[in-house]
């Protein structure tokens, strides 16, 4: 009934000739991760603060009932509304000093059709239970879980179950006491078991105290290497979420392999539409059709159905939310959320209609506005990509913060996110000569990635390490692919200024101004972009544009 009110005033809004339809979800789960901190603080949040929690305190209030039905419009059913980070009074939240509020937003969740889901603190065996272990084999520390899980399914019965972020980055996990993560999973899965929860359990563990003069690890790696070999040892209600690359939400990554080596567990893709690495919501960068090309992509596992899609059971995406009073900061950015929610409804839909869709709901049905919105949209994602790192070799962004250029900001750092570019060459070899990390796809994948020649041109520095002369499938050389794309991207975040500018008039509200200043920043952002990276490599190649367009 839900949901076929929401398509029903949605065919209505969009003017579909056709009122009557038959769906069902593609996936059963549809999630959003928050990474809302107890203090009302976001973590990679540029929308403002969090809507959930203030000063320490859970915020119930008219905006959580608007925030459900938002959810629900889209087909969303889960939430975890609080960081995986888990930190300070964020441990308590499976405490009597958190249930009242919890309940109630659970309950107004529930209303809409959505799970209240939690992200907990590993070490809160520790933290609040004043054990000297969490070592999940330890019988008490299991004891220890199993009674809080009694006592908070009886306060919250509408739970769904926990985010866990182990061993990552610093936080506690099962590795301190020579455990795996299917120990540390399963011994938190039995303990909500009783209550139909779950354990969704992030694969997003590497070593971050990497030694940038340590050639052998690959941090690409590390996903697979750490849970490939645990396959079917997960209980099942657990669900392990896997970043959609192997790295760490770039504009361009391969799919992660992992997708195509588990047979025996279930698993979720996990995106991100807080717009970390893609512009922090100040750039248009509409994500679906990245999203839509890994859940089509094939993982070869010997099942006749294969894709990411196909393999996964549910998505979840990082949210782009916060309390501005337009949700997403930057108004376009709400296509990503609205995006988001559709696509993992149905996976078949195209990242056009999606848009079209959106469009339509948001600025009604003018065509001329809905070709130029539409247009900016599907091409802001490749433009982005155009004026950031190139060839999918990602990482050469500010560090720490992640907006704008700082070709070797991460060079020299401890978080394994390499480029390795020299006067000659530039690239990470994770081939059979290198890394070894093409072996963890399956064939033909495996093959396509190591091969320097059939790789795909945007994921060709991902995969190996080449000279700036090598010649792209385009025919384009790497060093004038980079000149080429730079000075494009650019340009091209110049000319969505002067799209918008057409749009005068259409729109009212704000609507028109808001959305132009943030394209006049990304145009200065992305020229930024074109003149520190071309500049960085027309420095160390000394080889001119094919051009002679300016370079510094
Ligand atoms: O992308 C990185 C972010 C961290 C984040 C981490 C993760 C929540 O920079 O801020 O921490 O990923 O996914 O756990």
């Known amino acids: 009934m839900l949901y076929g009110a929401f398509a029903l005033i949605r065919s209505l809004v969009c003017g579909d000739k056709e009122l009557c ?58 939430a975890a509304i609080n960081n995986v980070n888990v930190k300070g009074p964020a441990t308590k939240l499976i405490t009597d000093e958190y249930y009242a509020p919890l309940s109630e937003l659970s309950e107004i969740l529930d209303g809409y059709g959505i799970k209240l889901f939690l992200s907990l603190n590993y070490a809160a065996p520790m933290e609040l239970g004043g054990l000297d272990s969490a070592d999940p084999l330890d019988e008490r520390v299991a004891a220890w879980w199993e009674e ?15 985010v866990v972020k182990a061993d990552s980055e610093g936080r506690p996990g099962p590795f301190t006491y020579g455990r795996t993560h299917a120990d540390g999973a399963n011994m938190l899965a039995r303990a909500v078991r009783p209550y139909g929860g779950r354990i969704i359990w992030r694969c997003f563990v590497y070593n971050c105290q990497q030694d940038w003069r340590d050639l052998k690890t690959d941090r690409a790696r590390a996903c697979c290497d750490n849970f490939e070999p645990l396959d079917g040892l997960f209980d099942d209600n657990v669900i392990l979420q896997i970043k ?40 248009v960068c509409y994500l679906i ?3 839509k090309q890994v859940l089509d992509t094939r993982m070869y596992t010997g099942e006749e159905k294969d894709t990411v899609g196909d393999i996964v059971c549910g998505m979840t995406a990082v949210s782009n939310t916060g309390d501005d009073f337009n949700w997403t900061g930057h108004d376009l950015a709400g296509a990503n959320l609205y995006g988001f929610g ?62 704008g250029p700082d070709p070797d900001g991460y060079e020299y750092s401890r978080w394994g996110t390499y480029h390795k570019a020299t006067h000659e060459t530039i690239g990470l070899d994770r081939t059979p000569s290198g890394t070894g990390m093409t072996e963890q796809y399956n064939e033909p994948l495996k093959s396509i990635y190591a091969h320097p020649e059939k790789c795909p041109d945007e994921l060709k520095l991902f ?6 002369d090598f010649r792209l499938q385009s025919g384009k050389t790497v060093i004038q692919h980079i ?70």
């Not at 809080?148 to 926990?162: I, V």
């Not at 080596?261 to 512009?279: D, P, V």
């Not at 995969?463 to 700036?468: D, G, Q, T, W």
């Open 148 to 162: 809080r899980m009694r006592e908070t399914f009886a306060a919250l019965p509408g739970l769904g179950g926990f």
């Open 289 to 291: 059709d990245f999203f």
């Open 463 to 468: 995969f190996h390490k080449l000279p700036y």
């Open 21 to 78: 339809t038959k769906q069902s979800p593609s996936k059963p789960l549809r999630m959003l991760d928050h990474w809302d901190n107890a203090d009302g603080s976001i973590e990679r949040g540029y929308s403002g603060n969090s809507f959930f929690f203030k000063d320490g305190r859970l915020l119930v209030n008219e905006r959580s009932v608007t925030y459900a039905r938002l959810l629900a419009s889209v087909g969303i059913n889960a």
């Open 483 to 552: 000149y080429d794309t730079h000075f494009e991207g650019a340009e091209e975040a110049a000319e969505f200024v002067e799209l918008w500018k057409k749009l005068e008039g259409k729109m009212d509200g704000g609507r028109y101004e808001r959305v132009l200043s943030r394209l006049i920043e990304q145009s200065i952002s992305a020229a930024e972009w074109r003149d520190v990276i071309n500049s960085y490599f027309w420095r160390k190649t000394m080889i001119p544009d094919e051009k002679g367009r300016e370079l510094y």
């Open 244 to 283: 959609n690359g192997p790295v760490d939400f770039q504009v361009r990554e391969p799919v992660s392999p992992l997708f195509g080596r588990l047979k025996k567990t279930n698993c979720m893709a996990e995106f991100q539409i807080a717009q970390e690495y893609t512009g922090q919501q100040r750039h």
């Open 342 to 403: 559709r696509l993992a409804w149905d996976t078949s839909l195209s990242a056009e209609q999606i848009a079209r869709e959106w469009i339509c709901m948001y600025y009604g049905r003018d065509a001329e506005l809905s070709d130029t919105v539409c247009d900016i949209l599907m091409r802001s994602w490749p433009v982005y990509e155009k004026y950031n790192a190139p060839l999918g070799i990602g990482w050469m962004c500010t560090p720490g913060y992640h907006y």
